[in-house]
């Protein structure tokens, strides 16, 4: 963690700008950390890897490796990520069933 903190609080302080961010941080377990991070939409998702794109990079030059990437949401949003998802190497998951208590402005 101590060699990814700066990184780590600079992804926090872009995410802090999208209007479309809904919750993001970071959880640390062990020698692992996990970013948890929820948008509005697929567009949002977007904005915001064209937002943090410079941060991935600093993240990886460091003693850091990326387990894996997950995008999780509506099948519809998803259809949005497919390409970028491909190239991040990611998997899709469409959400089955859940609950969800916010509404976009």
Known sequence: ???????????????????GCVYYGWTKVGDKIFCREGYTDGDAVLAHLGNVG???G??????????????????????????????LGAALYAHDSGVQRYEKA
């Open 1 to 19: 963690e101590a060699a990814a903190r700066d990184v780590m609080d600079e992804f926090v302080a872009r995410s802090r700008t999208e209007a």
């Open 54 to 56: 410079s941060c991935i």
């Open 58 to 87: 600093k993240l990886l030059a460091r003693p850091c490796k990326l387990d894996r990437i997950e995008f999780h949401g509506p099948a519809v949003e998803l259809e949005k990520l497919k390409e970028t998802a491909a190239n």
